[in-house]
């Protein structure tokens, strides 16, 4: 509808005006997908989702893969605690946004990427918290029209699960900026091999094949830095998360098979940065799964806007990608 459209402009103005530290909103979800897997190494119980056995994708049915538990991983581009809960437009944007996709029998953990400017409907709030009908928007906008809570992560898990022809989701996490350097100061630092050149600009030490221990003096440049005159930047810049994930999940196994008392330790250090309706018992059973370190990203296209880059869904690769990882 128009007003919607109207207003979600507002909104962007309020909140979208960070494109320049787009790396470092993207920090979040990296780290606390660690935090996840962490809890599965812990041998922190799950169960698999209920209710939704299978799902409509055009004219078929397709049934669901059993043992699959999926989490959404939020990376919200504020500050401080995420405890205080706020009027739609203030509470910041998901500007990372990730699944994270557990298969027991398979024994197989993966991530997928779904970019922050994808264009879909979300639903738009006024500053009242009525509801104002939908827009067709960038995705990362549904957070904000939340209350920068549970509300926001709801609404968002609905949209994206929405997106994945009404795949189950069975949580969320969120986590502020600040996460990736406090989690890489709990850890005595996160050792990574660096995957490329593309961050040498920023710090000499990064240098492709190098062994760099990441710590809150060098952690945001590590992830935040790309070069915005290079196409695909932010592509390359993936591979760092990725380097960063990989060390962090290795730390966080050794931490807690060496001292299973760390992990609550961790949580508890980190909980005010995070916002989260799974609780460590639920990651009991997903205890030895093997994380797939290739992020896979929806697939589609970017256009430029407005006065934003637009992404659009490739709808029949993103249909054949849903099926090979959920359906049976």
């Given amino acids: 509808m128009r007003t919607a459209s109207l207003l979600s402009g507002r909104f962007r103005q309020l909140n979208h005006g960070k494109q320049s530290d787009s790396g470092l909103k993207r920090i979040a979800a990296v780290a606390l997908a660690a935090l996840v897997s962490a809890a599965a190494f812990a041998g922190c119980g799950s169960s698999d989702s209920k209710g939704t056995a299978s799902i409509q994708i ?6 669901l893969k059993e043992g699959i538990r999926t989490y959404l991983l939020l990376g919200v581009d504020t500050e401080g605690s995420l405890q205080e809960k706020k009027e739609p437009g203030l509470g910041g944007q998901s500007d990372a946004i990730y699944l994270l996709v557990c298969d027991k ?3 197989r953990m993966r991530i997928i990427g779904v970019p922050r400017d994808l264009m879909t409907e979300i639903r738009v709030y006024l500053p ?7 827009s067709t928007d960038h995705l990362t906008l549904q957070y904000a029209f939340g209350d920068g809570r549970e509300k926001s992560c709801l609404l968002t898990q609905e949209v994206v699960s929405s997106l994945f022809y009404g795949i189950p989701i069975d949580g969320y996490v969120a986590m502020n900026l600040g996460a990736a350097p406090e989690m890489a100061d709990a850890l005595g630092g996160v050792e ?3 995957p490329d050149d593309s ?6 030490s990064f240098v492709k094949g190098a062994e760099v221990t990441l ?3 060098n952690v945001k440049k590590f992830l935040r830095f790309r070069d915005t005159d290079v196409s695909l930047s932010a592509f390359t810049r993936m591979e760092r998360h990725k380097a960063f994930f990989k060390g962090c999940a290795g730390k966080l196994k050794k931490k807690i098979m060496e001292d299973p008392s760390s992990l609550p330790e961790l949580y508890q250090k980190l909980s005010p940065l995070i916002l989260t309706n799974i609780s460590l018992e639920d990651c009991r059973e997903l205890a030895g799964i093997e994380l797939d370190e290739n992020i896979e990203i929806v ?5 430029e806007g ?23």
């Avoid at 055009?58 to 049934?63: K, L, R, V």
């Avoid at 009242?128 to 939908?134: C, H, I, L, W, Y």
């Avoid at 697939?299 to 256009?303: D, E, H, L, Q, V």
Wanted: proline residues 2%; charged residues 35%.
């Fill in 58 to 63: 055009g004219d078929e049915e397709y049934s």
């Fill in 105 to 107: 029998k398979q024994n």
């Fill in 128 to 134: 009242s918290g009525e509801f104002n009908g939908t």
């Fill in 192 to 194: 990574v091999v660096v």
């Fill in 199 to 204: 961050a040498v600009m920023e710090e000499s």
């Fill in 215 to 217: 710590d809150k003096s």
């Fill in 299 to 303: 697939p589609g296209s970017f256009r």
């Fill in 306 to 328: 407005d006065f934003y880059e637009e992404f659009y869904a490739d709808e029949s690769a993103l249909r054949d990608l849903v099926i090979r990882v959920f359906c049976k």
